[in-house]
């Protein structure tokens, strides 16, 4: 099974360009990235040249003798058994961060040799650019790739399924019929077990072994726990972890501020900033920071010391929090362990994907707390997640009566429905909910 993902029309975009730059492609390990980048060079170039640096120690000392770029691809050459053409090959330098001197020779290539297609990509980037006081600033390319989205999900594991989910997104906003709301949410359902890596996905859908998916998530953490390792000092390692393993417990919590208090007794916030730095550098979690009134521009009411952690992927948080796979299967059960955080988090996730705005959320004295805040630049948005099938919205209507939103969005597991400024918003919906809010907006203000 072969799942298209949506970053290859970007890719795309980025290859027609006139002017271009060296493309470095930022993401967590495990999400893809690898795969994507050799289908792409496979199906849009006449040939390409894939070096690793973690596997090919001899690469690296090619970019440590020359930053000369035709010297450079002519032993590039001659080390692949490709050869590398401007204008008509891809060179690939994967997990390039294990390599400063490649990421420095993408300056003389940017300068030198602009018909040459590079893209790079590797799992800990994020950390190694800012670290790294030779990196060529204004010479690249950036471009952000996140684990497999439900849409993406949908659209390779069910065809007739994903074409109902596309006409309903396009339709008039009204219920969806059983017939299709149903196996869609079903499929949603098994979403959340695989989360976002393609793997674990690919397993399920092919296997339907719940148990061999679980092996590869346990790998994939194993992986994460290795990198805390292999790119921090001990003590920062330790700390790292420290705060990876209390994310259940963060999550788990009614109130789901991030406590340093939770990680570890008499932890403190200066101790273990940095390390919560690395995790979100590395693209392992998504912070999300409390704002104090929900105005434009809603960055200027950020609460810097109030903010949420989530984890990249609903499916490895699933993991983490050693829940059982197929109780969380059963009806509408589905989210009632653990509190609703898998939904939470979920949207998260989704949201960190899709929109290109920060994301917020809101709590007014302790009375209510509304989960997300998003902005399109000229509204802003409350968002309420509901687990189950409850909708009760009690700090929605509390956000309500204060600040008369020209629209609410609640997301649940209910049916898509606007009533009253309020709109329901089904959860495997959350990939579209911009499209949504602006068709609503268009509504609700006549």
Not at 65 to 89: H, M, V, Y
Not at 158 to 173: C, G, L, R, V, W
């Amino acid at each position: 099974m072969q799942y298209n993902r949506d970053i290859i029309l970007e890719l795309k975009q980025w290859k027609d360009k006139k002017e271009k730059k060296p493309l470095i492609i930022l993401g967590a390990r495990q999400i893809g990235k690898t795969t994507v980048i050799k289908d792409f060079g496979e199906e849009h170039f006449s040939n390409y040249a894939y070096f690793n640096f973690e596997r090919r120690l001899d690469a690296h000392q090619i970019f440590e003798e020359t930053k000369d770029p035709i010297r450079i691809i002519e032993n590039l050459s001659l080390l692949s058994g490709q050869d590398i053409k401007a204008n008509e090959s891809l060179l690939i330098l994967d997990e390039i961060q294990v390599c400063r001197e490649a990421i420095t020779a993408l300056k003389y290539f940017e300068e030198e040799y602009k018909a040459l297609h590079i893209i790079a990509a590797g799992s800990l980037l994020g950390l190694t650019l800012g670290n790294n006081s030779s990196f060529p600033v204004g010479k690249v390319e950036f471009l952000e790739m996140n684990p497999l989205s439900f849409t993406e999900y949908l659209n390779g594991i069910d065809s007739k399924n994903a074409k109902a989910y596309h006409h309903f997104i396009n339709a008039p906003i009204g219920k969806i019929p059983d017939a299709f709301f149903n196996p869609i949410m079903e499929h949603f359902n098994n979403y959340l077990i695989s989360g976002g890596m393609p793997e674990v996905a690919k397993t399920i859908a092919e296997t339907k072994s719940i148990e061999k998916a679980q092996v590869i998530q346990d790998q994939i953490l194993t992986s994460y726990q290795l990198d805390f390792a292999k790119y921090a000092s001990n003590t920062m390692s330790a700390r790292i972890k420290y705060i990876w393993d209390s994310l259940p417990s963060q999550l788990a919590k009614e109130n789901k501020k991030f406590l340093y208090r939770v990680i570890k007794k008499g932890a403190r916030a200066r101790e273990y900033e940095e390390a919560l730095t690395w995790l979100e550098q590395a693209r392992l979690v998504h912070k999300v920071h409390q704002i104090s009134k929900p105005s434009l521009p809603l960055s200027a009411y950020k609460d810097i010391g109030a903010f949420k952690i989530y984890t990249l992927d609903v499916g490895l948080l699933i993991r983490m929090a050693e829940l059982n796979p197929k109780s969380l299967l059963v009806g509408s059960d589905l989210f009632l362990e653990f509190k609703g955080s898998l939904a939470e988090n979920y949207v998260a996730q989704s949201l960190h994907m899709h929109l290109k705005n920060s994301i917020y959320y809101w709590t007014s004295s302790g009375i209510a707390e509304l989960d997300f805040i998003i902005s399109d630049g000229e509204n802003v948005f409350p968002i309420e997640v509901k687990s189950g099938n409850s909708t009760k919205a009690k700090s929605l209507k509390v956000y309500d009566e204060k600040y008369n939103p020209k629209l609410k969005i609640r997301i649940s597991n209910k049916n898509l429905d606007l009533k009253d400024r309020l709109l329901n918003l089904p959860i495997f919906y959350t990939d579209y909910i911009s499209h949504f809010a602006e068709k609503c907006m268009t509504i609700v203000v006549k």
